[in-house]
């Protein structure tokens, strides 16, 4: 997904140049492309599984796998606690290796870290493991969850596959392009737009699986984003650490909203405390999945 960005990318600036209204119609074009694109990749997989077995068809152990290992790569969940955990352990050490946290750092967020004192280190670690819990884990699961219900009903339609690279080709899109920098401004825009869409509601059921959906959406409210300061402030409040603050980009001071503003300060045991929270969660997900799966295919049974 991100080569394929790249390239169409080059082509569209080749293109519009720096025209706005080229560079916005050239960046939904190429959102519609790659988010299509990765759809019908996954229904195609998805079709090999339906047809495997018969006349011709492949094996059925092999499609499976292909399947399986494509619903994988859909969730960052295992990848995001070991990149955060990764920034944690030089933190731990007496003294901290706080040079060896920064560089670390910098591999899975944007902002600014050269000179970040431990404890705004600590803090960047606990926003980028609660924003992205969402974007990485809960939000593909979601849509995922979507697929296999739609595919329950109809087994020809796209399924948990196609939905999944679908919200992970918006997501992409959202991490390569939607800035608000350069020609990024216009050629970005679709896709961002497109990913808080997709994000809308599993952000929601995240801040209420973690049984703090009425202070997330009071603190995220004041956020530019619609998804990422509910998803931290549930994950704040969720610990009872306070997120937020001062940030630097490119040299240039943001103020983010404090969420849960008045709480302690996040520790290396509270960014664990999320991390766990995010596993559990995610198996309380795949669990209710289950079991509403069976449910309807009790109630079909019955019926029939």
Known sequence: MGA????????????????????????????????????????????????????????????????????????????LRLAVEAVLEPLALEPPDLSLARQRLAWIVGRDVEGLPRQELLRAAAETASENAVDGLFAPLFWMLMGAFVWGLAPQAPGPLAFAWAYKASSTLDSMLGYRTGRLRWLGTAGARLDDLLTWLPCRLTALSLGQLAPALADGASDASPNAGVSEAAYAHAVGVQLGGANYYGGQLRQKPLLNAGAGPVTGASVQQMLGLSQRTALIWLAVAKGWALLWTAAQAMDQ
């Open 4 to 79: 394929t960005i790249g390239a169409l990318r080059q082509g569209v600036e080749t293109w519009a140049a720096d025209r706005p209204s080229k560079l916005r119609w050239g960046g939904a074009l190429l959102a519609a492309v790659v988010v299509v694109a990765s759809a019908a990749a996954g229904w195609a997989l998805e079709q090999l599984l339906r047809l495997s077995g018969g006349p011709g068809g492949w094996p059925g152990w092999l499609a499976m796998g292909l399947v399986v290992v494509g619903l994988a790569s859909a969730l960052a969940g295992r990848s």
